[in-house]
C-alpha cells in the first residue's frame, strides 16, 4: 500500500455526468492544469498552497477575462443570453464573440475523464464538434496575444487538445481536427490597474493547428504518471507533517 496513489482531489459525480464515468467515482483525479501547475516553477507553490493547504487562489484579471470570454462562447453556443454582469467584457468583445463559428452537434464543456487505474485524469473540452460518421472535433479556446502566444500552442509543449483526443478515440470517436482556436488579447495589468487601459479581445484572432497523434498521447500520458507520482509522495509527506 506504500506506493498507493493519493491526491489532494478525487472524482465525484453529480447529475451532469456522463453514466460511463460513475465507475470513477472516488478515485484520486487531477487536471491538466494542475499538472502543469506542478511541474511550473512559477506556479509549484501556488499548487502545494491551493490544493494541499486549501487557501483559495487568487485569480488574476486575465483569468478573469479568459473565463467570461468562455462563459459568454458557452451561453451563446447552447442559445441561452450571456451575463451582462460581468467585469470585463463590453459590447466591442461581445460582437467578436457572437461572430464566432457555432457548428452545429457541437458540445460545449463537454467531459472527458482518462482512466489510469490508480488515478484518472479529468477535463472539460471548450468545444467537441461530433460529425455524422464517427469523427469529432476538437476546439480549445485562449485568449493572449497572438505575437506570443501562437508559437507554443503550435509546440508540443502544449498538450490539452491531444489529451482530450486521446479519450475521443478510446471511446471510438475518429479524429477530425484538434486545434487552439486564440482570440487575440490586448491590454496589461500595470495599464488596466492605472487606469490607462482596459483589457479586450483585438479581434485579431488564429486558428493554430495542434495535430493529434497516438504516440504523442501516450508521450504525455507517462508525463502524467510521473508528476502524479510526485505529487502522491509530496502530499503523504504533508500531511504526515501536518495531518
Known sequence: MANKIILPKVYEINDNTPEKYHIHEGKPKISYSQKTSWLDPQYHGNYIKQYFSGVPSVDNI????????????????????????????????????????????????????????????????DRTQYFDDGGVGIRDYKTGNVDTKAKFYASEEYGQTTLYMYQKEVEGFTPKYSHVMLLGRKGNNMMYKSGLSRVRLSGDNKIIDTPYSKERAEKLLLSFDKAVQEISETYKTYLKVFG
Do not use: C, H, M, W
Open 62 to 125: 486575465f483569468n478573469v477575462f479568459g473565463s467570461e470570454v468562455g462563459e459568454f462562447i458557452e451561453a451563446v453556443a447552447n442559445g441561452e443570453k450571456p451575463k451582462t454582469d460581468v467585469t470585463f467584457l463590453e459590447d466591442e468583445d461581445r460582437n467578436i464573440l457572437n461572430n464566432l463559428d457555432y457548428p452545429s452537434k457541437s458540445v460545449y464543456e463537454d467531459e472527458i475523464v482518462i482512466d489510469r487505474g490508480d488515478y484518472v485524469i479529468q477535463g472539460f473540452t
